[in-house]
């Protein structure tokens, strides 16, 4: 199995994303959840599945772009935001051994120690992000909120099991609605 998940590694490494710098893409998160395709949303910095709990400031329906040469997810709001200035950069905690949710930051302020904002990038549509050893990763996490089919996404740099988290594939494909016939 090994062979198979290094010979995955470096093909993904040497493809190119097929999503350019100016298409806007939704993201998707897949996996053992309530319901698969769960839309990913903006809620008070935060990236969340499903919508976004009742309880943020800020909830923004967002699409994503790919910028800086593509290696950086920007969002763009799908609806008119009131507070939104600017199109804020998603970012993942790299600190070892963390499992800290994903977040957004705007161009004027400073990430949080130990996040990155660069090295994203979407291999036949599966968002993955590349560490500084150029590892594919996708430690991708959804953690149940209070409320039901709304998660609130998280990064397992330490790519352990954590007790209250699903883990997640994001996608930017849809999924197929099923007609109830």
Not at 56 to 73: R, T, W
Not at 102 to 118: C, H, K, R, Y
Not at 140 to 146: E, S
Request: with cysteine; hydrophobic share 40%; charged share 20%.
């Amino acid at each position: 199995m090994f062979g198979k998940l290094s010979s995955i590694a470096v093909l993904a490494a040497c493809v190119t994303s097929a999503v350019s710098e100016e298409t806007e893409f939704k993201l998707f998160a897949y996996g053992k959840l309530a319901s698969s395709g769960l839309q990913l949303f903006y809620g008070d910095g935060q990236a969340y599945v499903g919508g976004t709990p009742s309880y943020v400031k800020e909830s923004v329906n967002i699409s994503l772009v790919m910028a800086d040469g593509g290696d950086k997810f920007v969002a763009k709001a799908n609806t008119t935001a009131s507070a939104w200035s600017t199109d804020p950069t998603m970012y993942v905690d790299l600190t070892e051994g963390a499992t800290n949710p994903i977040g957004f930051t705007q161009d004027n302020e400073t990430l949080p120690s130990g996040a990155s904002s660069v090295g994203f990038g979407l291999y036949g549509g599966w968002a993955f992000h590349k560490n500084d050893d150029a590892d594919i990763e996708m430690k991708f996490l959804a953690t149940p909120t209070n409320e039901t089919g709304v998660y609130l996404v998280k990064w397992n740099a330490a790519s352990t099991k954590v007790s209250d988290a699903i883990p997640i594939s994001l996608r930017t494909q849809a999924p197929v609605a099923l007609d109830d016939k």
